[in-house]
Nanobody
């Protein structure tokens, strides 16, 4: 079992930055692939970024590539999402997710993740 708690959301002006954090419980954090998803009002939840268990393989949605950076610290059981050059269309609830590193499904597939946090709101004003 893994419990995930996100933090770091808030209100920011367009062009600004935020850093989201996700704290994970459990002793096997380093054996999980981690990801960030987001859900805007009236829209389906969508993939944002993912990082492998070791941190060596990373993937991003095209909409955030070059602006967002995912990272993890296995010693502290945390994963971060650094968000720069934020746009109003980045406004959403951001969720942290985890799945066993042995799962071979495409890392952007929402249903392949077993554990989810409660989400943190990010609002970008124009």
């Amino acid at each position: 079992q893994v419990q995930l708690v996100e933090s770091g959301g808030g209100l920011v002006q367009a062009g600004g930055s935020l850093r989201l954090s996700c704290a994970a419980s459990g002793r096997t954090f380093s054996s999980y692939r981690m990801a960030w998803f987001r859900q805007a009002p009236g829209k389906e939840r969508e993939f944002v970024a993912s990082i492998s268990a070791s941190g060596g393989r990373i993937g991003y949605a095209d909409s955030v590539k070059g602006r967002f950076t995912i990272s993890r610290d296995n010693a502290k059981n945390t994963v971060h999402l650094q968000m720069n050059s934020l746009k109003p269309e980045d406004t959403a609830v951001y969720y942290c997710a985890a799945r066993p590193s042995t799962r071979s499904a495409t890392y952007s597939t929402e249903r392949s993740y077993d554990y989810w946090g409660q989400g943190t709101q990010v609002t970008v004003s124009s």
